[in-house]
């Protein structure tokens, strides 16, 4: 009789079996964590740097003109048939007239408080304010037109307007 040799496999060594269980434990760690801790041992941050809005521009005051050199003249208004497009239930009008910039400045815009008043007490019923950016030479006119929501005046009212603001071009 023949000894009948068996080949079986040798049994892995125990060191290597628990070299490569650690080294896929290790793997894995890294890449789940991304890497980080790779990263944060080279002294690289592991956030995404925090967005920081833009440096605002300096804010310049406007120079102002005294609003005792802007004159407004031949001011009209006129009723239109539009419903504004907000929740002001007011009509629509058009104001129109002439701004008068007696003044050495360039006229660059304006604020104009427009209201119904009546002539005999000093009693306002509805006022608006309408910013206008005309420009206006010195010493000249210009004309302006815009819309405005009043409510309808009573009768014996009178529509009355002032210059509440006026500014100068700046250079």
Not at 35 to 50: E, L, N, Q, R
Not at 57 to 72: M, N, V, Y
Not at 101 to 117: E, I, R, V, Y
Request: net charge positive; with cysteine.
């Amino acid at each position: 009789m023949h000894a009948i040799r068996l080949s079986i496999p040798a049994r892995p060594r125990p060191r290597i079996t628990l070299v490569l269980l650690l080294f896929t434990i290790v793997l894995l760690l890294l890449l789940g964590s991304g890497c980080d801790a790779d990263k944060s041992a080279f002294g690289m941050s592991t956030d995404p740097p925090a967005w920081t809005p833009p440096p605002r521009p300096p804010i310049r005051e406007t120079p102002q003109i005294s609003t005792d050199q802007i004159h407004l003249s031949h001011v009209e208004i006129q009723r239109t048939n539009w419903i504004g497009l907000t929740d002001d239930p007011r009509p629509v009008w058009i104001v129109s007239g002439h701004i008068r910039n007696d003044s050495d400045k360039c006229l660059d815009g304006l604020q104009l408080h427009f209201f119904f008043k009546n002539g005999k007490s000093k009693v306002r019923r509805a006022d608006t304010y309408l910013d206008l950016e005309n420009f206006v030479s010195p010493s000249s006119e210009d004309s302006f037109s815009s819309r405005i929501q009043l409510p309808p005046p009573r009768k014996g009212w009178d529509l009355y307007s002032e210059v509440v603001e006026a500014r100068a071009r700046q250079n």
